[in-house]
């Protein structure tokens, strides 16, 4: 009879030992040596972080408690700052309090109000983190399998397979490896005092829908659900690592990026029997929809000059190149210049001469040679518009700038950019590409000017 309370307190003790020691080579295997570091918790008074708060102390690491008042839940919001005041000073750690008028925030926001909470949370955590190493919240394996449910519901490729992230930059989740029913016994065990929320079990949250039905429903296929679910995204979080290493590689194959444009391949892209999937993979870090980039893949063998929209950039589809680009922000279409320091100030330099003798030219498409008895202000800068003919320096007839741009191979991004210098409506210079012969210099010239664009417009 004496020996099974013995045997209750070995076990007992063990538990505790054992889950002291995973929660410690969990954090070992994220930060290295944890006595070395400094935390900040993300402590809501719920079970889930008072444990991660408790096994933080016993480890005997540096720690401060950070903790967020929404005001969402009445006197209950209160409650829990207060609880959380209580547990920091229990523990002798600093605290961080923010407190937020979410409703009216999430009002203007166009967003749910667990969105809002969110963003407003970590927001506030990149701020008041800066100081930490890292930064720790308290999710841990059934949020996994939440998320995970949460993805496929909503529909997801292999990354939303993966779960929750153990580390994301200075973000730690140690408590991942661990089920709630492991931490809720953990805090039996120790006696642990915690808030509980009562909004947590209220289906309004898809959340809480897929916590409190759909979990349990599954769990009677598989009553260890939630480890197969750990071990699952540990397994798809593999494989999207090496799924990320080919895609690089090819997208060093196929994509060149100068900084201001990306030039994916043609030849390279539609040789592949995956191009779609890679054109999907190079993409949708501009943000386009998988409809338009499917729509960009139907249509690689097509005409080009073809433009696709982002919210935040453009492709230009060319000859050769799928050119990417981000939106900019309209400029003005037709500028008055009144005078050389107004042309100065836009990007030019202005040189004038007088002709003595022979005139010593320079071959450069960004310098123009100017008959100064030919041009007079004010001047125009503007861009090309359809109809658009000028005289070619060296020809007698006219041509169209279309025609000029077809033969100068010019994307459509570069046509859109290309400045014309005008005078009395009279194209001087197609800047960047060549003049007009009715302003060169000719043998009647005394003076002229040289004019040199920098490419600042």
């Known amino acids: ?56 102390h016993s480890c005997g690491l540096k720690f401060a408690i950070a903790h967020c008042n929404f005001h969402l839940r009445g006197d209950d919001s209160d409650e829990d700052m207060r609880f959380v005041q209580q547990l920091a000073a229990d523990y002798g750690v600093q605290l961080f309090v923010k407190e937020f008028d979410t409703l009216t925030i999430q009002k203007n926001s166009g967003k749910s109000v667990e969105m809002v909470a969110r963003d407003l949370r970590y927001q506030w955590f990149e701020e008041v983190g800066q100081p930490f190493d890292f930064i720790v919240t308290a999710h841990h394996a059934n949020d996994n399998a939440e998320t995970l449910l949460l993805n496929l519901c909503r529909g997801t490729g292999l990354k939303g397979l993966t779960g929750i992230p ?20 953990y805090a039996i065990r120790h006696k642990l005092a915690f808030r509980t929320d009562q909004t947590n079990f209220s289906e309004q949250y898809q959340r809480n829908k897929i916590r409190l039905s759909v979990l349990p429903k599954l769990a009677e296929i598989n009553p260890e659900l939630i480890r197969t679910f750990s071990q699952n995204t540990d397994r798809f979080r593999q494989q999207y690592d090496f799924y990320q290493r080919q895609i690089a590689a090819f997208e060093r194959e196929m994509v060149a ?9 043609i030849p390279k892209l539609s040789e592949n029997p995956d191009k779609e999937l890679l054109l999907y993979e190079f993409l949708k870090k501009y943000n386009f929809t998988a409809a338009v980039i499917k729509t960009i893949g139907q249509r690689l063998d097509g005409e080009a000059g073809k433009l696709f929209f982002s919210d935040t950039h453009c492709l230009l589809k060319d000859r050769e190149f799928l050119v990417v680009k981000k939106k900019e922000e309209k400029s003005e279409d037709e ?22 003798g022979s005139v010593p030219f320079e071959r450069d498409p960004n310098i123009l040679y100017v008959d100064a008895a030919k041009i007079a202000f004010p ?79």
């Open 1 to 56: 009879m004496e020996t099974a309370p013995v045997f209750f307190i070995c076990r007992t003790f063990a538990a505790r030992s054992i889950m002291k020691e995973s929660f410690y080579n969990k954090l070992k295997n994220l930060v290295g040596t944890p006595e070395s570091r400094t935390f900040l918790l993300a402590v809501s008074g719920g079970g889930d972080s008072v444990v991660m708060t408790r096994l933080f």
């Open 166 to 185: 153990a580390r994301n930059g200075k973000y730690i989740r140690p408590l991942l490896p661990f089920t709630s029913d492991e931490l809720r016994q």
């Open 257 to 265: 990026n100068d900084g201001e444009t990306v030039r994916i391949s």
């Open 335 to 356: 500028i008055t210049v009144t005078s050389w320091e107004g042309l100065e100030e836009l990007g030019f330099s202005v040189e004038p001469h007088e002709v003595n």
């Open 379 to 457: 001047l125009t800068l503007r861009h090309w518009r359809t109809g658009d003919a000028f005289q070619p320096f060296g020809m007698y007839g006219t041509k169209k700038l279309s025609d000029l741009f077809k033969d100068a191979k010019s994307s459509r991004f570069a046509k859109q950019k290309t400045w014309l210098l005008c005078c009395k409506e009279q194209i001087v210079w197609v800047v960047g590409l060549r003049s007009d012969q009715r302003f060169c210099i000719d043998f009647d010239t005394k003076q002229f000017y040289k004019i040199k664009y920098h490419g600042r417009i």
